[in-house]
C-alpha cells in the first residue's frame, strides 16, 4: 500500500507527455532542456518523472528478462476475454441459482481455508475463542475438531485445548502459545508457553522441535520463531544467505544473491514490512552491495 | 471494519458464496479458496461498507477475484507453452517461474481494459524494445499514434503502481 500523497493527475499526464518524447533515446539537445526545465519548474514534476523512470525500469527489467513476455500476455489476455465473455452469458441464471442453493447450508461456515497472501500477516479467531495469526503466504483448514496446518507459518494461542494437523503430526496444545512453521524447507513447532504434545510425547516450554532428515530432533532455531507476529526477524547469528531467504519470503519479487556473499553472518532485529530499507541497511553493515533494486528484482552481490 | 462485524457476515453468507462460487468455477477447492479470500478482502477493507446489500457486496468482491483466478489460470498456461518451446537449459527453475508469472500477472491487470492495439504497442515497447518508428510500421498507424498509445497504457499503469 502506498501512503504517499498522489500526484496531480494533469502533472502525472505531463511527465509521461515527456517520458514518451524522450523515449526513443534520439531527442535533439533542445527538447531535453526543455524537459529537464520542466523538471526543475516544480518538486511534484520531478517526482512524477522519477515514479515513471521507476515504472519504466521495473517493467523493463523484469518483462526482458522473459523469453516470449509479449506473446504470453496478449495470449493469455484473449483466453481470459473469451471466458468472460461466456461468464457475462451465464451471470444472472447463476446468480439466481446460487440464491436458491443457499437456504439451509450456512452451516458449511468454517468448512474451508484461512489464507494469507505474500507479505501479509492476519490472525483469525477459531470457534471456542483461539487466536491463530497467520504469517507471510499461509493457508490452514478448519477441521471439525481443530486446525490443519497445511503451508507456512503459524503462531496458536489459547486458553482451551486445541487439535493441530501439521507435517510433524497430530498434536494438542492444552493452553499457551506455540509457533509453527512449514515454509522454506523448514518444518518446526516451539512451545512458547503453556503445556502441549505431540503424538503423546510431552513438549516443554522454550522447546523447538524441527522435522529433519532423521526424524524429529530438539534444535536452537536460529531465529527467534514467534518475532515474525510482531513483524520482526531476529537472530543472533546466522548466515547471509539464510536471511535473505528468510526475507524472500515476505516479497513479491525475486530477491538472488551470490553465493560468495551466502556466508556473511550477520544478527540483529530487522523490519519485514520494509524490506527494501533492511537491504539498504545491509549494505551498511555488511561488504555487500545491491544490484536492480526494484519491486521485482534484486540481487544482493559482493562489494567492490 | 471490526472482525466480529466480519464474522457475522461470514456465518450467514459464506455458504451462499461458496456455491455462488462453485457454480461459476465448476471446482469446490478453487471455489472454498476464493470464498476465503473474499473474506479476507472485507477484513483489509479500511471502511465499514454499506451492509444494506451484504450479497451485492460480497459478490463485487468476489467477481473481481473470479478474473484474477481466470486471468491468473490463462497466463500460467499460455507461460507453459511458452516454455515448453525453450531448450531445457534455458527453462528457469519452478520458484523463479512463480515469480516471473507473478510479475506478468501484475502488467496483465495494470493492462486490463486498454484497446488491444495500445496494448499491444505498449508491450512492443516494454517486451521488446522497439522504437516508435518500429511499432508505428507494425501497426500501420502515425508515430503519433504510438506515442498516445504508449502514454495511455503507461498511466495505467502509474495509477495501479502508485494510487493504490
Known amino acids: 500500500m502506498n501512503t504517499e500523497p498522489s500526484t496531480d493527475t494533469h502533472v502525472v499526464r505531463q511527465a509521461i507527455a515527456w517520458w514518451v518524447r524522450l523515449r526513443d533515446g534520439q531527442a535533439p539537445a533542445q527538447l531535453m532542456r526543455q524537459c529537464e526545465g520542466w523538471r ?10 522519477q515514479r515513471i523512470q ?3 525500469a521495473e517493467l523493463g527489467h523484469g518483462l526482458k ?6 506473446q504470453t500476455l496478449e495470449a493469455g489476455q484473449r483466453a481470459l476475454s473469451r471466458r468472460r465473455a461466456i461468464q457475462l452469458l451465464a451471470g444472472s441464471a447463476v446468480i439466481g441459482g446460487g440464491l436458491w442453493m443457499t437456504r439451509g447450508n450456512s452451516g458449511l461456515g468454517w468448512a474451508s481455508d484461512f489464507a494469507t497472501a505474500t507479505g501479509q500477516r492476519q490472525r483469525f479467531t477459531l470457534p471456542g475463542g483461539a487466536a491463530l495469526t497467520l504469517n507471510t503466504h499461509s493457508t490452514s483448514d478448519l477441521l471439525p475438531q481443530g486446525v490443519r496446518l497445511k503451508q507456512g507459518e503459524w503462531l496458536l494461542e489459547t486458553d482451551k485445548p486445541v487439535q493441530l494437523a501439521c507435517r510433524l503430526g497430530a498434536l494438542t496444545l492444552a493452553h499457551g502459545r506455540m509457533a509453527l512453521r512449514d515454509a522454506g524447507g523448514l518444518a518446526q513447532l516451539s512451545l512458547l508457553r503453556g503445556r502441549a504434545d505431540l503424538a503423546g510425547r510431552p513438549l516443554r516450554e522454550g522447546q523447538t522441535l524441527r522435522a529433519t532428515a532423521a526424524g524429529l530432533r530438539l534444535v536452537t532455531p536460529e531465529l527467534d520463531p514467534a518475532a515474525w507476529a510482531e513483524g520482526l526477524i531476529v537472530t543472533s547469528g546466522m548466515p547471509l544467505g539464510h536471511f535473505l531467504d528468510e526475507l524472500g519470503r515476505y516479497r513479491r519479487g525475486v530477491l538472488k ?3 560468495e556473499v551466502a556466508g556473511l553472518m550477520l544478527s540483529g532485529v530487522y523490519r519485514v514490512d520494509d524490506s527494501d530499507t533492511v537491504l539498504h541497511a545491509l549494505t551498511q553493515t555488511l561488504p555487500v552491495q545491491l544490484g536492480g533494486l526494484t519491486r521485482w528484482w534484486v540481487t544482493v552481490e559482493h562489494a567492490g | 471494519m471490526p472482525s466480529t462485524c466480519v464474522h457475522t457476515l461470514y456465518q450467514h453468507h459464506h455458504g451462499w458464496l461458496y456455491h455462488w462460487l462453485r457454480s461459476r468455477l465448476g471446482n469446490s477447492a478453487d471455489a472454498a479458496d476464493l470464498a476465503q479470500d473474499t473474506f479476507v478482502r472485507v477484513l483489509q477493507k479500511p471502511q465499514r461498507p454499506a451492509l444494506m446489500a451484504p450479497r451485492a457486496f460480497l459478490g463485487t468482491i468476489a467477481r473481481g477475484l473470479v478474473i484474477d483466478h481466470w486471468r491468473r489460470e490463462e497466463l500460467r498456461r499460455a507461460y507453459l507453452q511458452s516454455l515448453a518451446l525453450l531448450p531445457p537449459a534455458q527453462v528457469p527453475c519452478p520458484q523463479t517461474r512463480e515469480l516471473l508469472l507473478e510479475l506478468l500477472e501484475q502488467v496483465a491487470r495494470m493492462l486490463d481494459g486498454l484497446k488491444p492495439r495500445a496494448r499491444l504497442a505498449f508491450l512492443l515497447a516494454q517486451c521488446d524494445g522497439l522504437s516508435h518508428a518500429q511499432i508505428a510500421g507494425q501497426l ?6 504510438v506515442e498516445r498509445y504508449v502514454a495511455d497504457a503507461l498511466y495505467r499503469c502509474y495509477l495501479l503502481r502508485y494510487e493504490h
Open chain 1, 65 to 70: 528478462a522473459i523469453p516470449a513476455a509479449r
Open chain 1, 257 to 259: 544473491y551470490a553465493p
Open chain 2, 140 to 145: 500501420q498507424v502515425s508515430v503519433r499514434t
Open chain 1, 40 to 49: 526543475a519548474a516544480h518538486p511534484d514534476h520531478e517526482r512524477a518523472w
Open chain 1, 54 to 56: 521507476l515504472l519504466d
